[in-house]
């Protein structure tokens, strides 16, 4: 493994630990002492990190752990890959890790790992942390035919926007791979994901529209005054019924914040923004991260502001 981030948990395997000289007892007085913290079963953190909390994170230090126990070599993928390479895993869990091997490798796994039998071309493999595992392209396929929609689309969304990968890296990794399950799953994630999609708040709004049957808003949509100057960019924008949609997230907010400024002040810019655009004319629908939630709630303000819009 390369060496830790500074913020980073040192990882302490207890095999490790037994050949350096110390006991289970020993191990268990540290525990207590708070001088080492269990991560899991036969593994430990050393030093003054913590323990992630958010899940991602902890998972990521968990499939190194896991990788390190093995006692054959196995390749990191589906969303265990996709923690190591920091995208979104929103809604997918992340209880096992995932591995694969190519056949003839038998086998599901057990409690803590899920194994995946199957081929995968060299160059869809990179080296992480000094593990191996599939390339972004992969992973993102990989997910997409296992992962509900939903969650696959907010991660192909991000890596889209990101340029890790493209539509057509994508559709050729679908290609190559043939009548496997899943394919046509993965098929309608790759035609939907959508590089301007910002956040996973936006992409999760794109889904819900798709789902309500809602017409297919532009993204990122400028608003210009008649002088060509611009009022604002828009997250969702209906032109034909002179309404814009916007996914209201704190995340959101925070990006907007320039040196100096609170977040009151943020909140009162878009406040005068939203004015402005209503004073042109254009209807505003807004929706937070609690409303995508409830689908009608958002259906009915889009609904309502084409109607005024209209």
Same mark, same amino acid.
């Given at each position: 493994?390369?060496?830790?981030?500074? #913020?980073?948990?040192?990882?302490?395997?207890?095999?490790?630990?037994?050949?350096?000289?110390?006991?289970?007892? $020993?191990?268990?007085?540290?525990?207590?002492?708070? $001088?080492?913290?269990? +991560?899991?079963?036969?593994?430990?953190?050393?030093?003054?990190?913590?323990?992630?909390? #958010?899940?991602?994170?902890?998972?990521?230090?968990?499939?190194?752990?896991?990788?390190?126990? +093995?006692?054959?070599?196995?390749?990191?993928?589906?969303?265990?890959?996709?923690? +190591?390479?920091?995208? &979104?895993?929103?809604?997918?869990?992340?209880?096992?890790?995932?591995?694969?091997?190519? &056949?003839?490798?038998?086998?599901?796994?057990?409690?803590?790992?899920?194994?995946?039998?199957?081929?995968?071309? $060299?160059?869809?493999?990179?080296?992480?942390?000094?593990?191996?595992?599939?390339?972004?392209?992969?992973?993102?396929?990989?997910?997409?035919?296992?992962?509900?929609?939903?969650?696959?689309?907010?991660?192909?969304?991000?890596?889209?926007?990101?340029?890790?990968?493209?539509?057509?890296?994508?559709? /050729?990794?679908?290609?190559?791979?043939?009548?496997? &399950?899943?394919?046509?799953?993965?098929?309608?994630?790759?035609?939907?994901?959508? &590089?301007?999609?910002?956040?996973?708040?936006?992409?999760?709004?794109?889904?819900?529209?798709?789902?309500?049957?809602?017409?297919?808003?532009?993204?990122?949509?400028?608003?210009?005054?008649? #002088?060509?100057? /611009?009022?604002?960019?828009?997250?969702?924008?209906?032109?034909? @019924?002179?309404?814009?949609?916007?996914?209201?997230?704190?995340?959101?907010?925070? @990006?907007?914040?320039?040196?100096?400024?609170?977040?009151?002040?943020?909140?009162? /810019? /878009?406040?005068?923004?939203? #004015? $402005?655009?209503?004073?042109?004319?254009?209807?505003?629908?807004?929706?937070?991260?609690?409303?995508?939630?409830?689908?009608?709630?958002?259906?009915?303000?889009?609904?309502?502001?084409?109607?005024?819009?209209?």
């Amino acid at each position: 493994m390369s060496a830790p981030e500074p #913020d980073r948990p040192v990882l302490l395997r207890r095999a490790q630990a037994l050949v350096e000289g110390y006991t289970d007892a $020993e191990l268990a007085r540290m525990v207590r002492r708070k $001088e080492l913290s269990r +991560l899991q079963r036969g593994t430990y953190t050393e030093g003054s990190a913590a323990l992630p909390v #958010d899940p991602a994170a902890r998972h990521a230090l968990i499939v190194l752990a896991t990788i390190a126990g +093995l006692q054959s070599p196995a390749i990191v993928s589906h969303q265990s890959a996709a923690v +190591l390479h920091q995208l &979104p895993v929103w809604g997918i869990r992340l209880g096992r890790v995932h591995i694969l091997r190519p &056949p003839p490798a038998r086998g599901t796994g057990s409690r803590r790992v899920h194994l995946h039998v199957a081929k995968v071309p $060299e160059g869809q493999l990179v080296l992480i942390d000094g593990v191996l595992a599939t390339d972004v392209t992969r992973t993102i396929v990989d997910v997409a035919r296992t992962a509900p929609f939903e969650s696959a689309v907010v991660m192909a969304d991000r890596a889209l926007r990101t340029r890790s990968t493209s539509r057509t890296a994508l559709e /050729e990794c679908l290609a190559l791979m043939g009548p496997v &399950p899943g394919t046509r799953a993965a098929a309608r994630v790759v035609a939907f994901a959508d &590089p301007l999609s910002e956040s996973v708040g936006e992409s999760r709004s794109r889904v819900l529209m798709h789902r309500l049957r809602l017409p297919v808003p532009d993204l990122q949509v400028r608003v210009l005054r008649r #002088d060509g100057s /611009e009022i604002g960019r828009c997250d969702f924008g209906w032109k034909d @019924r002179r309404t814009v949609g916007e996914f209201d997230g704190r995340i959101k907010y925070g @990006r907007l914040l320039r040196p100096g400024q609170s977040p009151g002040d943020v909140v009162f /810019e /878009e406040k005068l923004r939203e #004015d $402005e655009l209503r004073d042109h004319r254009w209807q505003v629908a807004r929706w937070t991260w609690h409303d995508l939630d409830h689908a009608s709630v958002v259906e009915r303000r889009i609904r309502r502001s084409f109607a005024r819009g209209a």
